[in-house]
Structure formats: C-alpha cells, structure tokens
C-alpha cells in the first residue's frame, strides 16, 4: 500500500521506535527492501535522490516501477516513495505530479528565512495532494550523491520558525550526523535532539545513519527520530559482494546472476537495522 509518511511516523514517535528509509538505485533494490520488510511487517519509505531517479529514467519510471512491485509482490504493508533531498519546488513538484507519496524539500544550503520560503511553497503544493514534506534545518555534513557539504548544528529556534510557518511534516534537523561513511569520531547531540522534539512534537528524522552503532540509534529514537535514513550501508555491501562474485565466478556472464549476488548480505543489512531501530511487527 502506498502512502505519505504522516501516519506511519506519528505511530513511532508515539510508541518510540523509528521506521527506516532505505535509499533505492535500481529495480533490485527496490524488491530487495520491500520483500524483506513485508517479511518483518515493518513500514517502510524507499527514498531515491534526484540522481537515482535521473539514473532509472525519471520520476514516472520510478512510481510505476513501485507501484508495479507492489501489486506483482503482494506488498501489504504500508510504503511511502519519497524524494530524498530534492533540491527544488519543481523537483519537488515532478515528484508529487508523478505519484510520490512524500517529498524532502532540501533549501538548508539558503539561509533561514529563504529556507523557510521554499518549504512553504512546497507545503501549499503538497497539502494539495496529500503528500507528506520533509525540511533540512541545519546542514547535515558528509558526501552525498558526490557533493560534499559543510555540517552545521541546526538551530532550536530555527527549527521553531520553520515550523511555525509552513506546518512541515518532519524536519530533519542536523545534529551531528554525516552521509556516507565516517571519517571521524561520531559526535550526535542527542540534547539538540531532545529540545527540537520537546518544542515542536512533530517526528524527526536522522540522515546519516550508516555507521551509527546501534546502542546510538536506539538513544536517538529515544530523543524523538522517528526515521532514520540509511543509504552508503548497502552500496558498501552491494560493491563488496558484487566484486567477490566476479572474482570467483569469471565464466558467468547472466547479469541477473551477477546483480543479484548481494542479495543475501543485503536482505541481512535490512533485517538487522529493522530490528535495532524496532519497527518490526509495527502494522
Ligand atoms: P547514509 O548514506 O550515510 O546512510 O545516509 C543516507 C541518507 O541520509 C539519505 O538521505
């Protein structure tokens, strides 16, 4: 069933768990992360960065392909498709035109104020469509989709302001987190979390998490994350297994045999983070 991310993530904030976004590059990853979670009947939100939808072919090719493993799969339990990081109102409105249930409006690298501007546009849009919004307060460090970004705290007050005028869904709020892997110590605010949470109520969301131990991921949750966003864990992975594969298996040339040589370590990664962040069981 495809549907936006409010209801999905009111219920873990209010039973203190965490429902995962796992980010999507192709069809395989897709079935992957969907046959795994109606396993352990956990919600799920497939994230996929305007550079993974590029890569597929673009936003109509991306909900089909969803909406199709859906159905082909039996897929009953509840699945948001959501743009990871859309840099714009009309990358965010491609999305929505297109079927996505929830959209991640991206305006941190403006100041406040312009920030604020941008997520109200795509709010009014949305709101049209029932489409959930995710906003960036802060700037949440590390390399994504090859763009490196400075990590800056995000701003109780901030956060406040946001959400005072456009009534967002969920705010990601940068706390210290990175995307990709770590490079240094990892250093998260769980008292930033607590005050952004205790002040507005509303679910928040972690980016970053590959890499994040799991007694960390636990105590964010706790703090008021109620999604946590995983991404560069499965490439790690995928890449690894992938290479092994080729390495031992030189006469075969079956892509389907070749792509598909991660799938057990893959469904394992996803087993394992919906476990530790709880949301198994959860429909
Ligand atoms: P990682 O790549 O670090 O898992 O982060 C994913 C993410 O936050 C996507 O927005």
């Known amino acids: 069933m495809l549907c936006n991310t409010k209801e999905m993530l009111q219920k873990a904030l209010n039973e203190k ?3 995962a976004q796992f980010n999507i590059n192709n069809l395989e990853w897709s ?4 046959e795994e979670c109606q396993k352990n ?5 497939l994230g996929v960065s305007e550079n993974a939808i590029k890569y597929m072919g673009g936003y109509n090719t991306v909900s089909y392909m969803i909406k199709g493993l859906i159905k082909d799969l039996n897929i009953t339990i509840p699945v948001s498709l959501h743009l990871d990081h859309g840099s714009s109102f009309e990358s965010c409105k491609k999305a929505i035109d297109a079927g996505f249930t929830s959209v991640m409006i991206d305006a941190s690298k403006y100041e406040i104020d312009k920030n604020i501007e941008i997520v109200k546009q795509v709010c009014e849009y949305a709101k049209t469509k029932d ?3 995710e906003a960036e307060v802060g700037s949440i460090g590390g390399i994504e ?12 007050e901030d956060c406040i302001k946001l959400y005072n005028a456009t009534k967002v869904d969920t705010i990601a709020p940068a706390i210290g987190s990175v ?3 770590y490079k240094a110590t990892l250093n998260l605010n769980y008292k930033r979390i607590k005050e952004i949470k205790d002040k507005l109520n509303i679910p928040l969301v972690l980016h970053g998490g590959t890499g994040i131990p799991k007694e960390d991921l636990k105590k964010t949750i706790e703090c008021g994350i109620a999604k946590i966003n995983i991404n560069t864990e499965l490439q790690v992975v995928w890449s690894k297994d992938v290479r092994e594969y080729l390495k031992n298996n030189k006469k075969i040339y079956d892509p389907r045999k070749i792509i598909s040589s991660a799938q057990t370590n893959m469904k394992k990664i996803i087993s394992n983070k919906l476990h530790i962040i709880d949301s198994c069981n959860r429909i």
């Open 17 to 19: 768990y965490a429902v």
């Open 31 to 34: 079935k992957y992360i969907l």
């Open 41 to 45: 009947l956990s919600p799920v939100i």
């Open 131 to 133: 489409v959930s919004v």
């Open 145 to 156: 989709e090859d763009l490196k970004k400075e990590a800056h705290l995000a701003k109780v």
């Open 179 to 181: 995307h990709g892997l």
